[in-house]
């Protein structure tokens, strides 16, 4: 039998307070022109500046013709984390500016079973289909798919760090989620609690993307970083990578298991490495391509 996914019970309750109360409140529409449109596009704000658009796609293609598509994320500056009024938020969200200094790139899907099949020649997944997101996989595990991907393609492919992560994620966007902090909208983006019916994980890229063209950031598995585990430092960080060694590391987006404050973009989880469960899968980052023989 398949249990959700609650990891503390004090934390589900206040999450259910907020869940009917303060977090689904909507705010009043406001009309804009279109000038005013445009300028709220190009406007750099807290969150970042700059496209919100997707960039260019890459595809590898892997073993029996399986493809891995990546879209492209933009270098750039963020705030991460989240403001101290953030509806469900975690006191280790502290927020700080981060710059991404390096455009990079990031599998638009989790990698599903049958991308890992054609890598690792194996599927560990409990909740078995060749779409749907590979999962009971450890961080070891994932470092592990990463490295023959690398090998297998000639590319270098990683698990992204945490900060990529979360700005990749945002795509510019403020508030619990990309689209803002309006909870009854992720039914649209994500395999959450409210949206998965019996609990499970659904195939890959069924629901709207995000503004750079990433699917089910929110929801469905949650996702290995590359980090250690530690508190965010107040100060601004450019590309950060975590601490050189730890008990735990970092995990994003929430489940299918999880209700809407779980899967807020700032919201930060942990497990130790070795740690394997049907909710936790991973997505790659790859760096960008540089010809050997370039000039
Ligand atoms: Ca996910």
């Not at 449109?37 to 960039?55: D, E, R």
């Not at 970083?225 to 107040?234: K, S």
């Amino acid at each position: 039998m398949i249990s959700l996914e609650i990891p503390h019970p004090a934390r589900v309750e206040c999450a259910h307070i907020m869940n009917t109360h303060e977090w689904t409140r909507s705010r009043p529409r406001k009309r804009r022109s279109g000038l005013a449109v445009a300028m709220v596009a190009l406007a750099c704000g807290p969150w970042g500046c700059g496209p919100t658009k997707p960039g260019p796609t890459e595809t590898l293609t892997l073993k029996s013709g399986i493809e891995m598509t990546f879209a492209y994320i933009p270098a750039g500056r963020f705030r991460m984390g989240s403001p101290a009024d953030e509806p469900g938020r975690g006191k280790d969200e502290t927020p700080h500016e981060v710059t991404i200094t390096k455009a990079f790139y990031l599998s638009a899907t989790e990698v599903t079973q049958s991308q890992w099949q054609a890598v690792m020649d194996d599927n560990p997944s409990y909740l078995i289909g060749d779409d749907r997101p590979v999962e009971h996989i450890s961080w070891t595990q994932a470092v592990e798919f990463c490295r023959r991907l690398s090998e297998q393609t000639g590319r270098a492919c990683r698990l992204p760090t945490e900060a990529e992560w979360e700005y990749a994620c945002r795509a510019r966007g403020g508030g619990m989620f990309f689209f803002g902090n309006r909870a009854r909208r992720l039914r649209a983006f994500a395999w959450y609690q409210d949206s998965s019916g019996l609990a499970k994980t659904h195939a890959v890229g069924k629901k709207k993307p995000n503004p750079w063209g990433l699917y089910d950031t929110y929801g469905n598995v949650r996702e290995w970083c590359a980090d250690w585990y530690q508190p965010y430092p107040t100060e601004r960080a450019r590309d950060p990578a975590g601490p050189d060694e730890g008990k735990r590391r970092v995990i994003r987006g929430g489940s299918w298991g999880y209700i809407a404050p779980f899967c807020r973009s700032a919201r930060r989880e942990a497990a130790p490495p070795g740690r394997r469960t049907h909710y936790v899968g991973l997505r790659v980052a790859m760096d960008r391509h540089v010809a050997m023989d370039a000039p």
